[in-house]
Each structure stands twice: as C-alpha cells, then as structure tokens.
C-alpha cells in the first residue's frame, strides 16, 4: 500500500537537501533550478519589495504580471514556492495561459474578476471572484482573469514552485520564433492565411 501512496515531491518542485541554497544567477552550471550561491548569503537574498506597489497596466492586454520569483529572490533556490501580484485596468485581460510547473492559487487584493480554467475534457470552470475571495488554478491547465468591472482590480498569487513557468497560448502559437508555419495554424483553426498573419503582425514584439 505504501507503493501507491502518492509522494510529495511529485506535488512541486523536488523537496531540498539542506537549510538553504541561495541561487546563483549568474553560474553557467546547468542544473534542475540553481547552482548554489558560494559567496556569503545576505537578508537581502531572501527580500523583495516588488509586490507593494500597482504595476503599470498601460499595454495591449490592459495587465500587468510582478513576479517573485527565484530571479528575483534568489533564497527561494529549492524551497518549491514563489508568487506574484496581478494588476489590471478596467477591462483587463491576463490571456489564456498555463504554468507547466506549478499550481496557482490568487487572493482578491481589490475589485472583481471573471476567472477560469479549462479541463482536459474541455470543462469550462468558471466563477466571478471579488476582494476576499481566493481562486484556484490546477498545475498545468489553461486558465484565465479578465476585469469587467469600471474599476481597477488587483491579486496575490500563490505557487508551488519556485519559477512556475508561463506559456501564453497565443504568445506561443503565434509569436514564437522560428514562428510555427502558417499551414499549421490555418489548419488548427480553421482560418486563412490572412487571418493568420493579421494575428502574428499584431503579437510580433515591437520595434525599438
């Protein structure tokens, strides 16, 4: 029976060998994570302040994602969690994405959201979500927030991984680079070439 029972380490990220491993960002070692930092580990390792302030919503999707993440606090090397704060303007969208690494869970800082996920049987779950409430995301599934309120919304993210990874769908399939061929994704959507190429335009980063 003891077989069968599931491990935690199967949850999130491996479960760590020691007190602390603070990431070294800067190593060229390829490990599953970080190299350990060999210089002397400092308060400053385990701080971030990034999460205090709104993040600046002025873009095309009308969000902004901070991260707290090991790039960011590298004392988080090994301990298989992170988060991060959600900020959106009125009408805001965080697009369908997923995080391949981790599970999410938000808490409502402030205003309302509709939010959902996509099961693997194509199940819709899907609830409208306001300050106080808490939501969650299962590891890997496509998911979504969007702002349909006249007001500012903003929430706290939970994961339980140290870099959860994520893969914006249309990001992926339509900016990536080499880009996917446009054969593929007419096909796959059911759309012409046209159409394909309007959508790659609007996504390709811009121009400095």
Do not use: W
């Not at 099961?119 to 349909?148: C, E, S, Y």
């Not at 706290?156 to 990536?176: E, H, K, V």
Request: glycine share 8%; with cysteine; net charge neutral.
């Amino acid at each position: 029976m003891l077989v069968l029972l599931p491990s935690p380490s199967l949850a999130g990220d491996p479960d760590l060998l020691q007190d602390i491993c603070v990431a070294d960002l800067t190593s060229t070692v390829k490990v599953n994570g970080f190299a350990c930092k060999a210089t002397a580990v400092t308060e400053d390792d385990f701080y971030f302040k990034g999460l205090a302030a709104p993040g600046n919503t002025n873009n095309t999707y009308g969000s902004i994602v901070t991260s707290a993440n090991v790039e960011k606090v590298p004392g988080l090397n090994t301990l298989g969690v992170s988060m991060s704060r959600i900020d959106y303007a009125p009408g805001g969208l965080n697009p369908p994405h997923t995080h391949p690494r981790a599970t999410e869970m938000v808490f409502v800082l402030e205003g309302t959201l509709d939010v959902g996920f996509i099961t693997t049987g194509n199940k819709l779950v899907a609830k409208t979500i306001t300050a106080g409430d808490v939501f969650v995301f299962p590891r890997g599934l496509v998911h979504f927030q969007k702002n349909n309120g006249d007001a500012p919304a903003a929430v706290i993210s939970a994961f339980n991984s140290q870099l959860p990874g994520t893969q914006s769908l249309a990001m992926t399939l339509f900016a990536a680079t080499p880009e996917v061929p446009n054969n593929v994704l007419t096909k796959a959507f059911q759309v012409g070439t046209k159409e394909v190429e309007k959508i790659k335009s609007r996504l390709a980063p811009k121009k400095s």
